[in-house]
């Protein structure tokens, strides 16, 4: 894997990030007041660029869970990226960065359509926003797929977390069987296996005791599902790329659009963000 190490000086705070060009995953995020690191890296990560790196922002795209023509959760994770924009100071102080992904032999050997990816990240003092376009450049074939970033949220005991957001809504619980429910409760709480798909989400959630004891606010524009996600014990012992004891500090909330595919015609494009905010 290439990877890029950058420090910049934002609003006169010091944010750092890594990011791998071959998985398109950013690895590491974190401020000068907060000394950990915001995102999850498993000890046990295989950077081999033929697997997807456990931890951090992994991207996934077009497919969503197990897919009969690819790796599960798509290629993008997989795939390598382009720097279409060195990160680069901007006027206002932030620091932004631009990849790309398109079509080319080894996608096009699962999914037959053309398409272009661009993947736009935008980091401030205490902020980190993901700007997400998919192009359908075709001019005869539409395409539908799904879309989700993959976010591994760093927490001292997950048991301890409180997500909002989700009150009222319908989700598929995959681990019983794809059932489905509705969450009642004001703030979700995990002290089990989970792995369940939320639709038609609030715009915005909070995760309480991250790292430091802080707050992360997440704001999504056109994510309408949030997935969470946490192994537990025994799942966590079937993952290689994961620790057996890795499980209570981590905790994925992720932004996408799952349950309703996106469908784009020949030409046309969608776009979505997510922007997490420390609190």
Known sequence: ????????????????????????????????????????????AIFDGKRPIRGGVPFVFPQFG???????????RIARWHVEKMPERLPSGDVEAIFSLMDDDFTRSMWHFQFRLT?????????????????NPSKELTFSCQLLLHTYFKVPDVRRCQITGLHGCMFIDKTREGVMYQDTREVVTINECTSRIYQNTMQE???????SGRKMRIQKYNFPDTVIWNPWAELAKEI???GD???PNMV????????????????????????????
């Open 245 to 247: 004891d890795e499980f």
């Open 205 to 211: 959630h909070i995760i309480t005791n991250v790292v």
């Open 66 to 76: 197990d897919w009969a023509f690819g790796p599960m959760h798509g290629f993008a």
């Open 119 to 135: 993947y736009r990240l935008i980091l401030r003092e205490k902020e980190l926003h993901f700007n997400i376009g998919v192009y």
């Open 240 to 242: 290689p790329d994961l």
């Open 252 to 279: 994925c909330v992720e932004a996408g659009r799952i349950a309703t595919p996106i469908v784009l015609l020949p030409g046309t494009a969608f776009e979505a963000s997510q922007i997490l905010q420390v609190m």
């Open 1 to 44: 894997n290439i990877k890029i190490a950058i420090q910049k000086l934002v609003s006169n705070s010091l944010i750092s990030y890594y990011y791998c060009i071959n998985d398109s995953i950013i690895n590491r995020y974190k401020t000068h007041y907060v000394t950990q690191c915001f995102f999850v890296y498993s000890k046990q």
